[in-house]
């Protein structure tokens, strides 16, 4: 926050005053949402710089510093989700489609894989078998199973989740 000071003309005494009045339900904010403080930092001067910027425009520059905090930290976690399932993406699709290993061994995790994935709901069933067996992307399977594409990452996220769950379940990280 010191940086943000001398960023501010010295004779500005009203920013300075609004700083200190919703630093503390500002920082309360990030806890709620669980920002690392790191991260936390990082998103507090965004969003301080972009008021700065935009300040002549802002009729009520607490309601909007707020505001903007929160769609910060939500966008932070729906980022951080998106490049969770993207990782997790590439690791499934290199641990089915690895040529390194036997052949028999090869069919006897996609036998495994395949009888865990029969325990989760059919669309989801339906969507990783189209992600991962045909190599689809997400906006085309979306396409094919009659998804919104803006959605689908999400449900893609829900999916893997639950799949992780029952890999767990049934001791398949463990034999790795």
């Known amino acids: 926050m010191e940086t943000l000071k001398t960023v501010v003309v010295e004779d500005d005494d009203g920013f300075e005053q609004l700083l200190a009045r919703v630093q503390p339900t500002m920082r309360s904010t990030l806890g709620w949402f669980g920002i690392p403080p790191e991260d936390g930092e990082d998103l507090l001067q965004q969003?301080?710089?972009?008021?700065?910027?935009?300040r002549q425009e802002i009729h009520n520059p607490e309601a909007w510093l707020f505001g903007t905090l929160r769609r910060r930290c939500l966008m932070y976690w729906r980022k951080r989700r998106r490049d969770l399932v993207q990782h997790v993406d590439a690791a499934v699709l290199e641990l089915i489609a690895e040529r390194r290993r036997p052949d028999q061994e090869i069919c006897d995790l996609r036998s495994d894989l395949n009888r865990v994935l029969e325990k989760l709901p059919t669309r989801c069933q339906s969507l990783l078998k189209l992600r991962y067996s045909t190599g689809l992307s997400p906006v085309e399977a979306a396409e094919s199973l009659g998804y919104r594409s803006s959605g689908i990452y999400k449900i893609i996220d829900r999916c893997l989740s639950a799949f992780s769950r029952q890999l767990l379940a049934v001791g398949f990280m463990e034999r790795e």
């Open 47 to 54: 969003t301080f710089l972009t008021f700065l910027y935009k």
